[in-house]
């Protein structure tokens, strides 16, 4: 669903973009509370995995494909204002290095596939684990509907966007029509790819899933033929090596690497929903060329590589070591700052006597 230049005109891709900045602002205060040692590596591990996956475009219906946004999984892993600023990471690598979503729509972009999916799908996930029981399953059921709901929610808001100011003259009843009636599709592929990825890494280091704090598997007993809860018990302490996050993130970004390096080789050639409605819509024609159409990684090809997939294979895995080094850079920058606030409040200059 990245939007290129000239789908929006300037005034409203201008307010988009001020949306934008404040709503990183407010998460990089945010992410403070949501980081510590371990899951600020791990927040940079979920930017690039949504890299990677992106680039997998899956199909949706005739001559239509979808891919993830990546919303929904990155609130539920790490939080959601450490959500919005993954997915904000990750947009920023594509438009600047992949020429992929325009430079002035990176503000609605970012709007709209980061702050919206992040915030929709984790206000709904948090809403269903509070009715819910308090199980691994409930939290991958959760994570199922708040993708699902996520993905036509950043469509309607595009829609919304375009109809203040959309820059080609069609009709918006029929755009957003197609527009939420694709990403419903496309929200499906979300939810299955949110949902198997939470699960799995519940079921591996459910301490390093935000969305899964608190989550405690009670020990069942057999009395009298029937099933009852065992008596709680204090957890007894994990040991440091034991909680470290060092394996599973080499697991994860080796995923990442093969994911983006060899199966997007495999992914759909078919336009997204966006794209697809763009096209039958003549919005289209509108578009403007990007403005570094002609980087070394346009199109998710390295240039002056011929053979088509050791040329997308190799961007693949450019585009995931940038997006974790970056992402992990900020978010260490920002669980530093958190420390270093802490230090400052706890030090005998800022105790009143």
Not at 283 to 306: F, M, N, R
């Amino acid at each position: 669903m990245h939007a290129p230049d000239g789908f929006i005109n300037a005034p409203v891709s201008a307010a988009a973009g001020l949306v934008a900045v404040g709503a990183v602002a407010v998460s990089l205060r945010g992410a403070r509370r949501e980081l510590d040692e371990r899951t600020a590596p791990l927040a940079g591990l979920v930017a690039a995995f949504i890299f990677a996956v992106q680039m997998l475009n899956f199909p949706v219906a005739a001559g239509t494909s979808g891919h993830l946004l990546g919303g929904a999984l990155a609130a539920i892993l790490v939080g959601p204002y450490t959500g919005i600023l993954c997915v904000s990471v990750v947009l920023l690598m594509q438009a600047v290095l992949f020429a992929d979503g325009g430079l002035t729509a990176l503000g609605v972009n970012i709007t709209d596939m980061a702050i919206v999916t992040t915030v929709v799908a984790y206000a709904l996930f948090r809403g269903l684990v509070t009715v819910l029981p308090r199980t691994r399953r409930s939290v991958t059921v959760a994570s199922f509907v708040a993708a699902l709901v996520s993905v036509p929610a950043s469509a309607l808001v595009f829609t919304l966007l375009y109809a203040i100011g959309g820059t080609a003259d069609v009709s918006l009843g029929k755009v957003v029509t197609a527009m939420v009636g694709v990403h419903l599709l496309i929200g499906i592929g979300e939810a299955v790819i949110t949902a198997l990825t939470v699960g799995a890494v519940i079921a591996v280091r459910p301490d390093l899933v935000h969305g899964a704090r608190g989550l405690r598997h009670k020990l069942k007993l057999r009395v009298n033929g029937e099933l009852v809860d065992a008596p709680e018990a204090d957890p007894e302490p994990v040991p440091v090596t034991a909680r470290s996050p060092r394996k599973f993130w080499i697991t994860g970004l080796a995923a990442s690497l093969v994911l983006a390096g060899f199966v997007s080789f495999y992914a759909s050639a078919d336009p997204d929903g966006l794209e697809k409605v763009a096209t039958d819509h003549g919005i289209d024609e509108k578009a403007e060329e990007h403005a570094i159409a002609d980087s070394p990684l346009a199109d998710y090809g390295v240039e002056d590589v011929d053979d088509a997939r050791l040329s997308g294979g190799l961007a693949g895995v450019i585009g995931v070591g940038v997006t974790v080094v970056a992402g992990t850079g900020v978010f260490w920058a920002v669980r530093r700052r958190r420390t270093g606030e802490e230090a400052d409040a706890t030090s005998p200059s800022s105790t009143s006597v």
